[in-house]
């Protein structure tokens, strides 16, 4: 084979990063390569084109066991592991990716719109405002402890695919997310809640909407996209 | 969004030699590797194993990374998929290729894949889209879960040459796509 010839490097490089490129071809193409800085900026490019594919994956929990493992090969000072895994995800995605300080406003902002209409003072609420990632806000929950009672007013109309449902969760950093049922995309809600809720309420720090089977989560966890996140505020 | 951003902080600190950052590193991407082990390998242990050689690997090679070598996930998502494709061409068994169906091929993203998808990857998608379903639909396959040629050929029951023919025109067009 004529190594030189253009478009073949283009299609070995390519094919080499997709993996159909393989067995004593594959290690050969991989000794060329070590010869042949731009063989070798030809597969960082495609790498860098395919690799993206990855991104979307769905992640999925990692055993404590495997950094410990490699911890111990590198030779670190052992620490306790650090949050992992999808849950920690979500939360990493949410306080490192977000502009809180912009949710916790905009809440603040309903919270004083709705207290106008509600002639006795209200003390002792929690409220979110999930909002997509394009910062739409889409519904305010509510959730009044001395009342007992979680509000879930709609912001503004979503859609939502037939056969699917939206899930609302709270979660507490480090924690997995609680389910606190299903919510509809376009009818305010006024439901009841246990004490056991409220106490957790008052802990959660975000809570977020997830698209599910109709019906919600088979799993108790969320299992489809989150495309509404908002941070729970104390007023 | 800055997650991308993030990812290429911690790995420019992982360079530093910076077992803190590598952590921080290891707690944001490993359960999204992990995933992208687990399709090409099936199985949980290998996978494991994969998942971790390829952290080694990544603390190592940590100092090669540069922001013009495209997103920090789609680095190191590479350097999980070439270890997984050793270890899953070494056990020298042939993948189960009844498991996948073609016209199905699973590209759905996980909960917060939109989030962390980076522009090469929106860009990507979208040449995709242009190709024929079944040129879309092999590379996928390959890609996702390290099929090669003969299996390919064997799950589509194509003749060996169509199939390598829909791969490399395949990727030509991605190419030509994406220097548009």
Same mark, same amino acid.
């Given at each position: 084979?004529?190594?030189?010839?253009?478009?073949?490097?283009?299609? !070995?490089?390519?094919?080499?990063?997709?993996?159909?490129?393989?067995?004593?071809?594959?290690?050969?193409?991989?000794?060329?390569?070590?010869?042949? /800085?731009?063989?070798?900026?030809?597969?960082?490019?495609?790498?860098?084109?395919?690799?993206?594919?990855?991104?979307?994956?769905?992640?999925?929990?990692?055993?404590?066991?495997?950094?410990?493992?490699?911890?111990?090969? !590198?030779?670190?000072?052992?620490?306790?592991?650090?949050?992992?895994?999808?849950?920690?995800?979500?939360?990493?995605?949410?306080?490192?990716?977000?502009?809180?300080?912009?949710?916790?406003?905009?809440?603040?902002?309903?919270?004083?719109?709705?207290?106008?209409?509600?002639?006795?003072?209200?003390?002792?609420?929690?409220?979110?405002?999930?909002?997509?990632?394009?910062?739409?806000?889409?519904?305010?929950?509510?959730?009044?402890?001395?009342?007992?009672?979680?509000?879930?007013?709609?912001?503004?109309?979503?859609?939502?695919?037939?056969?699917?449902?939206?899930?609302?969760?709270?979660?507490?950093?480090?924690?997995?997310?609680?389910?606190?049922?299903?919510?509809?995309?376009?009818?305010?809600?006024?439901?009841? !809640?246990?004490?056991?809720?409220?106490?957790?309420?008052?802990? /959660?720090?975000?809570?977020?909407?997830?698209?599910?089977? /109709?019906?919600?989560?088979?799993?108790?966890?969320?299992?489809?996209?989150?495309?509404?996140?908002?941070?729970?505020?104390?007023? | 969004?800055?997650?991308?951003?993030?990812?290429?902080?911690?790995?420019?600190?992982?360079?530093?030699?910076?077992?803190?950052?590598?952590?921080?590193?290891?707690?944001?991407?490993?359960?999204?590797?992990?995933?992208?082990?687990?399709?090409?390998?099936?199985?949980?242990? $290998?996978?494991?194993? $994969?998942?971790?050689?390829? *952290?080694?690997?990544?603390?190592?090679?940590?100092?090669? *990374?540069?922001?013009?070598?495209?997103?920090?996930? @789609? =680095?190191?998502?590479?350097?999980?998929?070439?270890?997984?494709?050793?270890?899953? #061409?070494?056990?020298?068994?042939?993948?189960?290729?009844?498991?996948?169906?073609?016209?199905?091929?699973?590209?759905?993203?996980?909960?917060?894949?939109?989030?962390?998808?980076?522009?090469?990857?929106?860009?990507? =998608?979208?040449?995709?889209?242009?190709?024929?379903?079944?040129?879309?639909?092999?590379?996928?396959?390959? *890609?996702?879960?390290?099929?090669?040629?003969?299996?390919?050929?064997?799950?589509? @029951?194509? $003749?060996?040459?169509?199939?390598?023919? =829909?791969?490399?025109?395949?990727?030509?067009?991605?190419?030509?796509?994406?220097? #548009?």
């Amino acid at each position: 084979m004529n190594y030189q010839d253009p478009e073949l490097r283009q299609a !070995l490089a390519a094919e080499y990063v997709l993996g159909t490129l393989h067995g004593r071809a594959r290690k050969r193409f991989e000794r060329l390569a070590e010869q042949d /800085a731009r063989l070798r900026q030809i597969i960082a490019s495609w790498e860098q084109k395919l690799g993206s594919l990855s991104e979307g994956v769905k992640p999925v929990d990692v055993p404590d066991r495997v950094w410990n493992s490699i911890q111990k090969r !590198l030779g670190f000072s052992q620490t306790q592991p650090t949050k992992q895994g999808v849950i920690a995800t979500i939360w990493d995605s949410l306080m490192l990716w977000r502009s809180l300080t912009t949710v916790a406003t905009i809440a603040l902002m309903f919270a004083a719109y709705l207290n106008l209409f509600a002639p006795k003072l209200i003390v002792n609420q929690y409220i979110a405002v999930l909002q997509t990632e394009q910062q739409q806000a889409s519904w305010l929950i509510k959730s009044d402890l001395q009342n007992k009672r979680m509000i879930v007013h709609i912001v503004n109309e979503q859609t939502i695919p037939i056969g699917k449902a939206f899930e609302l969760w709270m979660i507490k950093e480090g924690d997995k997310p609680i389910s606190l049922g299903l919510i509809s995309p376009d009818k305010p809600l006024n439901l009841p !809640l246990s004490d056991e809720m409220l106490e957790k309420i008052k802990q /959660a720090n975000v809570m977020a909407v997830s698209i599910e089977p /109709a019906g919600g989560s088979p799993t108790g966890q969320p299992t489809g996209p989150v495309p509404y996140t908002g941070k729970v505020t104390q007023i | 969004m800055s997650d991308q951003l993030n990812l290429q902080t911690l790995l420019a600190a992982s360079a530093r030699k910076d077992e803190q950052a590598f952590s921080k590193l290891y707690s944001l991407a490993s359960a999204n590797l992990y995933g992208v082990a687990l399709r090409i390998l099936k199985k949980e242990a $290998a996978a494991q194993d $994969a998942l971790q050689e390829a *952290f080694v690997q990544i603390w190592h090679r940590a100092v090669d *990374f540069h922001s013009d070598k495209g997103s920090p996930m @789609a =680095w190191m998502a590479t350097i999980v998929r070439y270890r997984s494709l050793d270890i899953l #061409r070494k056990q020298k068994k042939l993948v189960n290729v009844e498991d996948f169906d073609l016209e199905q091929v699973d590209t759905e993203l996980g909960p917060l894949g939109k989030l962390l998808e980076s522009d090469m990857a929106q860009e990507l =998608w979208q040449c995709l889209q242009e190709l024929n379903d079944k040129q879309r639909s092999v590379i996928l396959l390959a *890609f996702y879960e390290g099929l090669t040629h003969d299996e390919l050929a064997e799950h589509t @029951a194509t $003749a060996l040459g169509t199939v390598k023919s =829909w791969i490399r025109r395949g990727l030509q067009s991605v190419k030509g796509c994406l220097e #548009r």
